[in-house]
DNA sequence: CACCTAACGTAATCATTCT
DNA sequence: AGAATGATTACGTTAGGTG
């Protein structure tokens, strides 16, 4: 692959280490703001807090996953109750159009950039480098389901005229 | 070299926004 | 309500640092 030029791996110091396991046996599924906090309080990127999470969870066989349903609906007798509500999660950025057209545009040209390209894109835009990443995830993703769509059209297609094989 | 683990990939899914 | 698409998760792979 033309996955070259990742990100310089990060080693973290034993006080940061220690804070995150410290939070991690907490919690090993923080939402944003805790997120945000811990990369704060260790002087880190909030991305690199995440990735460490994932791994984390990953190595460590964590046997626990996120519920799905919370069931919110219940009784509105605890009015000062859920004052937050919401689930924690970071705020869903939106792109311009032109923001938009740019991403596209080195998408097309490569749909693996590195770090340094990434980093290039965000500082253009005007956007972090992390939400770069995830949209030239998420694209890669879609377009290789629409592919498959297509695809298995032509297969049905295919079946419906002369199976054979 | 072997081991640990950060970085990064995909696939599936959750959640928000827009039509 | 449903289509688009951003955010998060599980899980697997790649690669950097160290004994």
Not at 32 to 47: D, F, H, M
Not at 77 to 82: F, G, I, Q, R, W
Not at 120 to 149: C, D, H, M
């Amino acid at each position: 692959m033309v996955t070259k030029g990742r990100r310089s791996r990060t080693s973290f110091t034993e006080e940061q280490l220690e804070i995150l396991v410290q939070a991690f046996s907490q919690n090993p599924y923080p939402g944003y703001t805790a997120k945000q906090r811990l990369a704060v309080e260790i002087n880190a990127e909030e991305s690199r807090i995440q990735i460490w999470f994932q791994n984390r969870r990953a190595r460590h066989g964590f046997l626990k996953r996120p519920k799905k349903k919370l069931d919110p609906s219940k009784d509105h007798a605890s009015p000062k109750e859920k004052i937050q509500g919401k689930q924690d999660r970071r705020c869903r950025t939106s792109y311009t159009s032109s923001q938009l057209q740019t991403l596209k545009n080195a998408f097309t040209e490569n749909p693996y950039p590195g770090i340094d390209s990434r980093e290039q894109l965000a500082e253009k835009i005007g956007v972090p480098e992390s939400r770069v990443q995830i949209w030239f995830q998420n694209r890669r993703s879609r377009l290789r389901i629409q592919r498959k769509r297509g695809l298995e059209g032509a297969l049905d297609r295919r079946q419906n005229q002369g199976q054979d094989l």
